[in-house]
Nanobody, 116 residues
Framework: QVQLVESGGGLVQPGGSLRLSCVAS????????MGWYRQVQGKQRELVAF???????TYADAVKGRFTISRDNAKNTVYLQMNTLKPDDTAVYYC??????????WGQGTQVTVSS
């Protein structure tokens, strides 16, 4: 079992920045992919970004150039730096972990609200 705990969400004005953190309960050396998804009420959960153990990163088109995902293996933590935030970025953000055995784990979610 892998437990994921997110933090860093909140209310920010358009154009502002936030950094989300996700701490895993196990060494992320044992986790293949870690990433972030987001969900707006009434809509499907969508991929924001993920990073593989190889170092490869992938971003949704909507966040390319504004968001940066990174992982700190020593701290068992994955981050999502979000810059130039827009109202359309408002959502609950979920941390995701995918293991080499194809198991999937999710955090509890953290709310990000972009509003003036």
């Amino acid at each position: 079992q892998v437990q994921l705990v997110e933090s860093g969400g909140g209310l920010v004005q358009p154009g502002g920045s936030l950094r989300l953190s996700c701490v895993a309960s196990v060494s992320i050396f044992n986790i293949n992919t870690m990433g972030w998804y987001r969900q707006v009420q009434g809509k499907q959960r969508e991929l924001v970004a993920f990073t593989a153990s190889s170092g490869r990163t992938t971003y949704a088109d909507a966040v390319k150039g504004r968001f940066t995902i990174s992982r700190d293996n020593a701290k068992n933590t994955v981050y999502l730096q979000m810059n130039t935030l827009k109202p359309d970025d408002t959502a609950v953000y979920y941390c995701y972990a995918g293991t080499y055995s194809a198991a999937q784990y999710w955090g509890q979610g953290t709310q990000v609200t972009v509003s003036s």
